[in-house]
């Protein structure tokens, strides 16, 4: 190279004149020289990297900095960095995260003159300390991408790069025997139409390790009991899911399937999933179960002594079907009904008294015990909500605005209430499971961007004031990182739907996007409408989701059956989302029907409903059933007399009781999920409860009443089982309690007693 060839002789001293003059002509000398030798490594360096295939840092650096976890939330991704150094989580950020690589900390973090002496690999291979450990292994295959990449120059792309289009698995389902193990093969598709096998570089996650482990390399592991779980693969920014099913090792004969009776369509898929995985259901229940179970289920009451003994005894001249239909009927006709699943939803619409004020609570609990009441169909009680305008004084679905404020806040919410999809984690990068982006999220959000606000605002702890929720002609989403304004766009498309920013040149209102926000959500073309609503109310009957969490729908969290999950929203749509069909739908399912006594084949399953799953009566319906039980009516601060726990509008009304057993609290934001747990403190409080002790005790209770009645101790026996359990007494129950009242000298305190221990068992305060 010319460069080689000039003349770097060292400066002669004679030919300086001074000392001076000499001395800088050894300086310019040695500039030289050194900027030479940088000049012939960078020849070299080009010279070499020509031969190499170019690297990219978006398809070929980046996948490595994932696999690896430096991008993860525990690592560099974190909202601050480690260290100083900070990568877009899970680099759903390239230019961000490919200018932290190559430009912060002044570049040192690479050294294309000596890739392996860069910041970068010396820290990967914890040849300099790194607080995240070795990473990769000097002379791995990552490490010579990472090596070659630099000795390139870094670039951030390549002339002619394709773009990532989507992954693919091999296989989407297995299959195993308990301990067997099989790879997975995940493929990476070009825009160019070529592959690249990125096993390697993929990331796993079992939903249920017990069930089903994966390692980091993608070999999935079964357990020892059967079951079934989904496996996610994740290679950047694309998610695919396997099924894995751990059937029976011993199957069950096809004609005990066969001969299982059907009520619908719900039986026939639970009984196929069943017989795929050799799961042998539980048998049915007695009828005092299906009614203890039905009523308190639909209106979250128990049934009344009287109740129970018409409808066991009804038992013996009609058919069973028959008296199941119309106890569903009767109780679905009950004015219990609406203030019970009225309660459901105010757990999740309820805000905080201290912030929208407790007139504005009021209205807003009226209001959505009156589209129970009304029966109203679902896709209408979700479209008043979501374009509700007007005073918070008058309409009552306007408190929602009032408390959630800014346009993020009713996006996250409004998303995963209605459709089942959790926003949260796109309004600040893409989402780690599922396909939703930043750019998805402030476009949905930009629907609620005109909601415009009159009156005197919040003043927390007080806020006692009205307001009137408007359509604004102003108002906009910025997207955070760009600073672009967004568009109201919904999340997918659905053919034949307005655009939401389609102007009526002939009205003088603004148009609202929030109407085409609830065209597109209460489409029958948008499936996750109707199933999350029909998942959510299946886990209030069935004891637990068809997906779990109930309002987190992705592909990344399937259902445990999904045929059933389609086919119950599908039903719920032709309905024309009439809620009393759906719950009438499952309740008279045979499914709803099994026992929770477990079979030798099912004792393991929790997500196929061969059994029911037990749970604890929710902390309203235990109340209101001690109450019942008792008959001594329980006293709510600012309520009417003799309201019932289930009536209660907002938890500023105190009540021990409620606490304990979960109650959310509202003046927490978001309000507390309830805890469907049993704790020691329930336990105590239900043992040891001064308030409970005087309602059994009370001068005006049923112990007292049966007492001085004229019953016999068998009577009495009856009527406090019928009460208590809803069912007669079994011979040896009636013999042992018969006598303890017979021969008792204060008949009064046995009766007594006897309540106070059937309202500490199990069989009172859990729902077989």
């Given at each position: ?23 800088l ?13 940088l ?40 909202q ?50 790194h ?60 825009s ?7 096993t ?10 017990a ?12 357990g ?19 099924n ?83 106890l ?66 008058q309409?009552?679905?306007a408190?929602?605005?009032?408390d959630?404020?800014?346009p993020d806040?009713v ?13 949260d ?28 606000h ?62 085409a ?21 299946w ?64 004792v ?37 007399p ?63 009443r ?17 009460s ?35 309202l500490n ?8």
């Amino acid at each position: 190279m010319c460069i080689i060839a000039q003349d770097l002789t060292p400066p002669d001293r004679q030919s300086c004149p001074t000392r001076v003059d000499f001395m800088l002509t050894i300086i310019r000398h040695c500039r030289n020289s050194f900027w030479l030798a940088l000049s012939i490594a960078a020849s070299l360096v080009s010279a070499s990297a020509a031969a190499e295939v170019p690297l990219s840092f978006e398809l070929d650096i980046q996948p490595i900095l994932s696999a690896q976890s430096c991008n993860s939330g525990a690592c560099h991704g974190k909202q601050r960095g480690q260290n100083g150094f900070q990568l877009s989580l899970l680099g759903f950020d390239p230019e961000f995260d490919h200018a932290a690589v190559t430009r912060e900390a002044r570049g040192r973090r690479i050294f294309p003159a000596s890739p392996e002496n860069s910041l970068l690999l010396l820290k990967a291979t914890a040849e300099l300390p790194h607080g995240g450990g070795r990473k990769i292994e000097r002379g791995s295959e990552d490490y010579q991408m990472l090596k070659q990449w630099i000795r390139q120059g870094a670039p951030r792309r390549v002339e002619g790069e394709p773009v990532l289009e989507k992954v693919t698995l091999e296989r989407t389902s297995f299959s195993l025997s308990p301990k067997e193990s099989q790879p997975l093969r995940v493929t990476a598709h070009y825009s160019d139409q070529s592959t690249r096998d990125v096993t390697r570089l993929a990331t796993y996650l079992s939903n249920d390790d017990a069930i089903v482990s994966v390692d980091a390399n993608g070999v999935i592991q079964a357990g020892d009991l059967p079951g079934e779980t989904a496996v996610m693969a994740r290679y950047m920014y694309h998610i695919e899911v396997v099924n894995v099913a751990i059937p029976q090792t011993e199957p069950l004969p096809a004609s005990l399937f066969e001969s299982l009776p059907r009520n619908g369509f719900i039986d026939e898929l639970v009984y196929e999933k069943l017989q795929s995985l050799g799961i042998e259901p539980s048998s049915v229940v007695d009828d005092h179960v299906f009614l203890r179970r039905a009523s308190l289920d639909l209106i979250g009451r128990l049934p009344t002594a009287e109740e129970a003994r018409e409808f066991l005894d009804g038992s013996e001249s009609e058919s069973p079907a028959d008296l199941r239909a119309q106890l569903v009927d009767r109780l679905l006709e009950r004015p219990e009904f609406a203030d019970h699943w009225a309660g459901y939803w105010a757990d999740l619409l309820r805000p905080n008294p201290y912030r929208v004020g407790i007139k504005a609570v009021m209205n807003y609990d009226n209001w959505i015990r009156q589209q129970f009441r009304d029966n109203a169909p679902y896709d209408t009680f979700v479209r008043q909500l979501v374009t509700a305008k007007g005073s918070t004084w008058q309409n009552g679905a306007a408190t929602l605005y009032r408390d959630r404020r800014s346009p993020d806040e009713v996006a996250t919410m409004v998303s995963q209430l209605f459709l089942g999809i959790r926003l949260d984690c796109a309004k600040c990068h893409h989402h780690p499971f599922e396909k939703w982006s930043q750019q998805n999220f402030y476009e949905f959000a930009a629907f609620f961007s005109k909601v415009g606000h009159k009156g005197t605002g919040l003043s927390p702890p007080i806020s006692g004031g009205e307001e009137v929720v408007y359509t604004s002609t102003r108002g906009s989403v910025r997207h955070p990182l760009t600073q672009e304004q967004m568009t109201p766009t919904p999340l997918f498309e659905i053919a034949g739907l307005d655009d939401a920013n389609t102007t009526d040149a002939s009205s003088e209102e603004p148009v609202d996007p929030r109407d085409a926000l609830a065209d597109w959500m209460t489409s029958t073309d948008n499936e996750f409408f109707a199933q999350v609503q029909v998942n959510r109310t299946w886990a209030m009957l069935l004891g637990r989701g068809l997906v779990e969490p109930v309002d987190d729908l992705r592909s990344t969290n399937p259902a445990t059956n999904p045929a059933l999950l389609n086919a119950l929203a599908a039903d719920f749509q032709a309905s024309g989302y009439d809620f009393k069909h759906l719950l009438k739908t499952i309740t008279l399912s045979r499914v709803y029907l099994h026992s929770s006594e477990p079979t030798a084949s099912n004792v393991g399953d929790h997500s196929n409903y061969s059994r029911h799953y037990r749970r604890r009566l929710r902390a309203e319906v235990l109340l209101d059933a001690v109450a019942d039980v008792t008959e001594v009516p329980e006293a709510f601060q600012g309520m009417p007399p003799e309201s019932r726990a289930n009536q209660v509008w907002t938890t500023r009304v105190n009540s021990i009781f409620l606490d304990t057993f979960g109650r959310p609290n509202e003046n927490q934001d978001p309000p507390c999920e309830r805890t469907p747990e049993s704790t020691v403190t329930q336990a105590l409080h239900l043992m040891n409860s001064q308030q409970l002790d005087q309602r059994v005790r009370s001068d005006n209770g049923r112990a007292a009443r049966l007492a001085s009645s004229e019953m016999t101790a068998q009577q009495i026996v009856d009527e406090l089982y019928l009460s208590v359990f809803s069912r007669y007494p079994v011979a040896s129950e009636q013999a042992y309690a018969a006598k303890l009242i017979t021969e008792a000298t204060d008949r009064r305190s046995v009766i007594e007693d006897i309540m106070w221990a059937m309202l500490n068992s199990p069989e009172f305060s859990i729902l077989n």
